[in-house]
């Protein structure tokens, strides 16, 4: 059977995948009620995968469950995180508690926080005036805005947002493209980059066809792989990816591939195969459907340029992202 075992550069799944969660999400009773806000796609299937790092910051920075409210006061630029009930100003220490623990936070290969939160909400966190009630979604947890700052390319999601499954799929997508990248052989060659590239060749396709050909183009003339030249190629790689892919991009990558079968597979067969891809571009069959046909073709007639693509399993089969798609 086609096993991501078999994918070239993928040996190093032996190593666990380390991934940082809002501790709520895990079932700890530690938000400001005193209650939890346990995650089911977390819990019960990304969990068979991955190791987690549950923290808390407002617990972490020494507050009590339960506690008092906190919330983001100012700007978007000038954003604060205050005691609602005694006014305490504890953005700096919020800030902190990601600055002091690089060396977990260094491990990881995404993180998912939990939504709304002052001090993890990603996005369209309330910001309040500073003498009144009035307020905007406009404003990003302290804790999160703090390490989008130290980790740039770092796959981070909502658990709110995981609900949806092409959000769902595509974060998973992204945890294993970046969790490939920190386990590439240091100090990083560039034989080990232009495989890392031309691996996830078609993905990139399907997210960002001028991305793909631009970092290629500058890897090619790059002469040393410096640490600049690193930190910028994995930063637009990982943004290239963010967003999921249309179904129009990923018929087009899947309509290339289907040429690699065709002095394999007779003129039914080809038929058969081309309109399912059809079928999925109309969104009546998922994107799994044509991709197990593939694979399967992949298995009778194997290719070494296309088993080396993440494309055809960029995560474990059995998380089932791509029914959904």
């Not at 307020?135 to 302290?142: A, C, L, P």
């Not at 002095?263 to 994107?287: C, F, M, V, W």
């Not at 073709?297 to 080396?308: I, V």
Request: with cysteine; net charge positive.
């Amino acid at each position: 059977m086609f096993d991501k075992t078999n994918l070239k550069g993928l040996g190093m799944l032996q190593e666990p995948v380390y991934v940082g969660i809002s501790a709520c999400l895990t079932g700890q009773n530690v938000r400001y009620d005193g209650g939890h806000k346990a995650n089911d796609f977390c819990q019960n299937q990304l969990a068979k995968h991955v190791e987690y790092l549950p923290l808390c910051p407002e617990v972490g920075i020494g507050m009590a469950v339960p506690r008092p409210t906190i919330r983001l006061v100012g700007t978007p630029e000038e954003t604060r995180a205050v005691v609602q009930k005694t006014g305490e100003d504890v953005t700096e220490r919020l800030a902190n508690f990601a600055s002091v623990r690089t060396s977990q936070l260094d491990k990881l290969s995404g993180y998912v926080l939990c939504a709304k939160s002052p001090s993890c909400g990603m996005e369209r966190v309330r910001l309040y005036n500073e003498e009144s009630n009035a307020n905007r979604k406009e404003g990003m947890g302290i804790f999160a805005a703090r390490l989008r700052e130290l980790y740039p390319a770092l796959p981070m999601e909502e658990d709110g947002r995981l609900n949806d499954p092409a959000l769902r799929e595509n974060f998973v997508l992204r945890l294993y493209v970046y969790f490939e990248w920190k386990n590439l052989p240091q100090p990083i060659t560039k034989r080990d980059l232009y495989q890392f590239h031309a691996r996830h060749k078609l993905l990139l396709l399907a997210h960002n066809q001028p991305v793909y050909r631009a970092l290629g183009k500058e890897l090619a003339e790059q002469q040393e792989l410096h640490e600049g030249f690193l930190t910028n190629y994995i930063f637009r790689l990982m943004r290239a990816l963010t967003g999921p892919a249309s179904r129009r991009d990923h018929t087009n990558v899947l309509q290339h591939v289907q040429g690699y079968f065709r002095k394999h597979i007779d003129s039914k067969q080809r038929t058969a195969l081309a309109n399912l891809i059809l079928d999925y571009r109309k969104g009546t069959e998922p994107l799994a459907a044509p991709l197990t046909m593939m694979r399967h073709y992949l298995n009778l007639y194997p290719d070494a340029y296309l088993e080396s693509q993440s494309y055809f399993q960029p995560y474990p089969d059995d998380l089932k992202l791509r029914y959904g798609l």
